[in-house]
């Protein structure tokens, strides 16, 4: 997968909805794998794209936001999750 995003980056650029969803995907394997600091460097560049693509208050951004939120749950990041999961909250209002 990570050659995937390097080719998709290549061919259509690093702020392209394209490379961006193939970023999103990889964080997703590294979360399924249980690779949650690498999932979390993903995603962490994924909510950059999004908020350039999509918007502020866009789902997708919400969605990532979401994501992001758990899993700092998950790797104990307790403050950093609240912040993120409200801030996602308020996209979904």
Do not use: P, W
Not at 53 to 76: C, R, V
Request: with cysteine; hydrophobic share 35%; aromatic share 10%.
């Amino acid at each position: 997968m990570k050659k995937a995003e390097e080719i998709y980056s290549f061919n259509y650029g690093t702020e392209d909805k394209r490379t961006c969803k193939v970023k999103r995907t990889v964080a997703l394997v590294y979360l399924r794998g249980n690779n949650f600091e690498e999932a979390l460097q993903e995603l962490y560049d994924v909510e950059e794209l999004e908020r350039q693509l999509f918007g502020e208050d866009s789902a997708n951004l919400g969605k990532t936001l979401k994501i992001l939120g758990t899993l700092l749950i998950i790797t104990g990041k307790s403050q950093e999750a609240k912040e993120y999961l409200l801030r996602a909250h308020s996209i979904f209002e």
